[in-house]
């Protein structure tokens, strides 16, 4: 079992930075696949960056060269820097950690936090 928690979220002006990080209770090494995704009111929930046990990151065209995510998987730990905000990025941001073995899945979420892009 895992349990991830969330934090960096605010308020921030267009144009500015924030700093996710996402803390993990168990060990993610051994898991392929960690998030970040998020969700507007009305909208979906989205992927927005992720990143392999290995440190492959990929990300949604909406924020290539603004975000980076990265992973240290001795702290357990995920963040996601994000540069150059946009009022649309305006959302809660969810971590979220997968692993597929065969047929069986494991995926764990966090509570969220908020970020909100305003001037």
């Known amino acids: 079992q895992v349990q991830l928690v969330e934090s960096g979220g605010g308020l921030v002006r267009p144009g500015g930075s924030l700093r996710l990080s996402c803390a993990a209770s168990?060990?993610?090494?051994?898991?392929?696949?960690m998030g970040w995704y998020r969700q507007s009111p009305g909208n979906q929930r989205e992927l927005v960056a992720r990143?392999?046990?290995?440190?492959?990151?990929g990300y949604v065209d909406s924020v290539k060269c603004r975000f980076t995510i990265s992973r240290d998987n001795a702290k357990n730990t995920v963040n996601l820097q994000m540069n150059s905000l946009k009022p649309e990025d305006t959302a809660v941001y969810y971590c979220?950690?997968?692993?597929?073995?065969?047929?069986?899945?494991?995926?764990?979420w966090g509570q969220g936090t908020q970020v909100t892009v305003s001037s």
């Open positions: 979220n950690a997968k692993r597929t073995i065969g047929t069986i899945v494991n995926d764990y």
């Open positions: 168990g060990s993610i090494s051994s898991m392929y696949v």
């Open positions: 990143i392999t046990s290995g440190g492959s990151p």
